[in-house]
């Protein structure tokens, strides 16, 4: 088991910049990934981005792509988000995920961390 805890989410203007992050309460033997999933009202869940832990790719959702950059601290066990020239249409639940293979493949899920921008 590994918990997922999230922070940094809040209330911004349009074209604001904010950094989300969230910490693995302890060390996640075996993760894969780590990454962001986001959530509007009345909408899917949406994939933000993800980095791999140990080679440290990172892919974006096509939304996000040149605004957001995703970024990890091994030794902390945080992965980060750097949000720029925030849209309203970000405005979400931003959840964090790690997805952790030990013989299966078993994904975790934050409680999530509200952004939402203002026009």
């Known amino acids: 088991q590994v918990r997922l805890v999230e922070s940094g989410g809040g209330l911004v203007q349009a074209g604001d910049s904010l950094r989300i992050s969230c910490k693995a309460d302890?060390?996640?033997?075996?993760?894969?990934?780590m990454g962001w999933f986001r959530r509007a009202p009345g909408k899917e869940r949406e994939f933000v981005s993800y980095?791999?832990?140990?080679?440290?790719?990172?892919f974006y959702g096509d939304s996000v792509k040149g605004r957001f950059t995703i970024s990890r601290d091994n030794d902390k066990d945080t992965v980060y988000l750097e949000m720029n020239r925030l849209e309203p249409e970000d405005t979400a639940n931003y959840f964090c995920?790690?997805?952790?293979?030990?013989?299966?493949?078993?994904?975790?899920w934050g409680q999530g961390t509200q952004v939402t921008v203002a026009s």
């Open positions: 995920n790690a997805q952790i293979t030990i013989r299966t493949v078993t994904n975790y």
């Open positions: 302890r060390r996640p033997l075996g993760v894969d990934a």
């Open positions: 980095i791999s832990w140990n080679e440290g790719l990172s």
